[in-house]
């Protein structure tokens, strides 16, 4: 296990700085191991969805859940993996059509297993 000074020292090893929002765990090193140990393989690393889409996700869940914070982040992010301000601006629409959508079929109570029929038959025709 790794003090938080250690963890420190890693992060800005890495990224050149500590980030604040990276900093305020320092108390809790287990916290501060853990949450590292993640942006370490899920922002910086390599994972299964490739860097910029990972960040593209992040833009709209962040935009769906309303934090600027995040949004500000996940789009600084996914510039460096090569996202474009189109590529960006899409990401944010889908999370603005997501919400939208989710709201109306929620609101009404939409039947999920009427929805995966449909899905099926969708599927069968567009793979034609």
């Known amino acids: 296990m790794a003090t938080s000074e250690e963890i420190l020292r890693d992060v800005e090893k890495t990224l050149g700085v500590v980030?604040?929002?990276?900093?305020?765990?320092?108390?809790?090193?287990?916290?501060?191991?853990?949450?590292w140990e993640l942006v370490k393989k899920f922002i910086?690393?390599?994972s299964l969805i490739p860097a910029k889409y990972r960040e593209l996700m992040g833009?709209?869940?962040?935009?769906?859940?309303?934090?600027?914070?995040?949004?500000?982040?996940?789009?600084?992010?996914a510039k460096l993996f090569g996202a474009t301000e189109e590529e960006i601006k899409e990401a944010a629409f889908l999370a603005k059509h997501t919400v939208g959508w989710s709201?109306?079929?929620?609101?009404?109570?939409?039947?999920?297993?009427?929805?995966e029929k449909e899905l099926a038959k969708m599927a069968e025709h567009m793979s034609k």
């Open 103 to 115: 709201a109306f079929v929620d609101g009404r109570l939409a039947d999920i297993g009427q929805l």
């Open 59 to 77: 833009i709209a869940v962040a935009a769906a859940v309303h934090c600027r914070f995040c949004v500000t982040f996940h789009s600084g992010v």
């Open 19 to 35: 980030p604040t929002f990276i900093r305020e765990l320092e108390h809790d090193s287990v916290a501060l191991e853990h949450s």
């Open 44 to 46: 910086l690393g390599e």
